[in-house]
């Protein structure tokens, strides 16, 4: 069966420091991945989403940036973090489940900047 | 930009009774309505969906409403339970991207009083 891995599941950071968000996918191969924001009121915002390996797609302009070294590796990082950047962060697979696509999420990272 | 409005913010129902969530779009290139269900330090979960061709899909206790003249659709929860008590997502996206570019709404947190 297809897991979705998703770490650390807290993270406190400084604003300025650099952010390295890991997401791994087992079971299936050559997945389509994403990267989703959740802050306070916002609901779920797409940030990034990858069709394959190197291949990203970017929905919002912002401090961070995704990568897609391997075909189950997706990787969120930020250069500098942001007092904007805290937020619930989510790594999420497309799949197909009992004929309709849904999208399969991570257990989310809740990342904190101070 | 904010494709899919939803209300209310937040939700009290008393155990047995119905929850109702709404959703509104603009987009009438929009043709996939998932709903997602979140609880607590988890990633949200498809709950039910359902495409422009029919008015209603039911499972179980969850029902959605489907009203494509009025660009709306919406999730009636029937004899609420406090085990439902989480946050709930709207989402849409459209063709030619499809599933690409889900657009989720803002989330409704429900909380079923015993």
């Known amino acids: 069966s297809q897991t979705i891995h998703q770490w650390p599941a807290t993270l406190v950071q400084p604003v300025g420091s650099p952010l390295s968000l890991e997401c791994t996918v087992e079971g299936t191969s050559n997945p389509n991945l994403y990267w989703y924001r959740q802050a306070a009121g916002r609901g779920l915002q797409l940030l990034f989403y990858s069709v394959g390996i190197g291949q990203i797609s970017s929905e919002v302009p912002q401090n961070l940036s995704a990568s897609r070294p391997q075909d189950r590796q997706f990787i969120l990082s930020s250069k500098k973090l942001l007092l904007s950047d805290s937020g619930f962060y989510l790594c999420?697979?497309?799949?197909?489940?009992?004929?309709?696509?849904?999208?399969?999420f991570g257990s989310g990272t809740q990342l904190s900047v101070l | 930009q904010q494709q899919v409005k939803q209300s209310p913010q937040s939700l009290i129902v008393q155990k047995g009774g119905i929850s109702i969530i709404n959703c509104a779009y603009e987009?009438?290139?929009?043709?996939?309505f998932p709903w997602y269900q979140q609880f607590p330090g988890k990633g949200p979960a498809l709950l039910i969906a359902i495409r422009p061709d029919v008015s209603e899909k039911k499972e179980g206790r969850f029902t959605i409403s489907f009203n494509k003249s009025a660009k709306q659709f919406s999730l009636h929860i029937m004899d609420s339970q406090p085990g439902d008590s989480a946050t709930y997502f709207c989402?849409?996206?459209?063709?030619?991207?499809?599933?690409?570019?889900?657009?989720f709404g803002t989330g409704t947190r429900l909380l079923v009083s015993p």
């Open positions: 989402a849409a996206s459209k063709a030619p991207t499809g599933f690409q570019k889900l657009v």
């Open positions: 999420a697979w497309r799949g197909i489940s009992k004929g309709s696509e849904k999208l399969f």
């Open positions: 987009n009438t290139a929009f043709d996939y």
